[in-house]
């Protein structure tokens, strides 16, 4: 079974820089995205940023020119460095992967369990 497994999650003050983890784990095909989105207290889940396998990126106009999205394809793990950090940023960070994990089966989404990111001073 394939897992998606975070790290990096914490407090900082705003200003502050913080870098996500995501490795994808398990008997795993092919992926084709993988990314982050994030949902705050009382809203909708929304894309921060995703990264496909030829390093295509897209990004949320909240985040351009702050976060970064990169992948290391050989490690199936994504990464997300988040800097100048804003109260607003506040939010659990899910990683989220479109990957097939058999050559017969039409790809699926998977999803993390989630990281707390909490931007206070």
């Known amino acids: 079974q394939v897992q998606l497994v975070e790290s990096g999650g914490g407090l900082v003050q705003p200003g502050g820089s913080l870098r996500l983890s995501c490795a994808a784990s398990?008997?795993?095909?092919?992926?084709?995205?993988m990314g982050w989105y994030r949902q705050a207290p009382g809203k909708q889940r929304e894309l921060v940023a995703r990264i496909t396998s030829d390093g295509s990126t897209d990004c949320a106009d909240s985040v351009k020119g702050r976060f970064t999205i990169a992948r290391d394809n050989a490690k199936n793990t994504v990464f997300l460095q988040m800097n100048s950090l804003k109260p607003e940023d506040t939010a659990v960070y899910y990683c989220y992967s479109n990957l097939r994990w058999l050559a017969v089966l039409p790809p699926r989404d998977y999803w993390g369990q989630g990281t707390q990111v909490t931007i206070s001073s």
């Open positions: 398990g008997s795993i095909f092919s992926i084709n995205v």
